[in-house]
């Protein structure tokens, strides 16, 4: 799973960083953090029980986050799936979507990138859409506020009390995404 979003720590908290955070809660709710490697990603590999199905069972885990700016995201991506040989199949893109009202958590496989420059990188560096994403609402930007202003721009103070519980969602629903992949 790809935790999108902008790296370094001027970033941190911002809207657009909202799928970067939700994969490194993953992986330090397992025991692990995201560490660089030479794929130009931080990345985590650890093993999850993944209940649901016909019992449950422990599956093997990769979790990464591009240190590249968003825009360019695809080819840190493409050097992971290739290092790990990961088919594009079992790729879960997690990121920030401005049409999703705030704290609304969804899962979609394929479809466009609704103007989401990750995204798009992503796509072109995979040569294909067809990958899963969790989306996860952010809102629109109030007023006349771009969208690309918008993303860029911290949680509200209301917002931040509730980002633990979008991560707890996102993460839920993530083991629901892996349990569906194991049984497939």
Do not use: W
Not at 14 to 41: F, I, K
């Amino acid at each position: 799973m790809i935790g999108l979003g902008n790296p370094g720590p001027s970033y941190e908290g911002h809207r657009h960083n909202v799928g970067a955070m939700v994969v490194a809660a993953l992986a330090q709710a397992h025991g692990e953090s995201l560490r660089p490697h030479r794929t130009r990603a931080l990345v985590a590999r650890f093993r999850m029980d993944v209940p649901g199905g016909p019992g449950s069972e422990i599956v093997p885990v990769i979790a990464a986050q591009p240190t590249t700016y968003m825009n360019e995201a695809g080819g840190p991506i493409r050097a992971m799936t290739s290092y790990f040989n990961i088919n594009t199949d079992h790729i879960v893109a997690v990121h920030d979507d401005l049409e999703l009202e705030f704290g609304t958590v969804r899962v979609k496989a394929g479809g466009g990138e609704g103007g989401h420059n990750g995204l798009r990188s992503l796509s072109k560096a995979l040569g294909t859409r067809d990958y899963v994403r969790l989306r996860i609402g952010i809102g629109r930007p109030p007023g006349r506020m771009e969208p690309a202003t918008f993303v860029l721009k911290p949680f509200s103070r209301n917002e931040q009390s509730d980002i633990p519980f979008v991560v707890d969602e996102a993460i839920a629903q993530l083991t629901g995404v892996i349990d569906r992949h194991r049984r497939s």
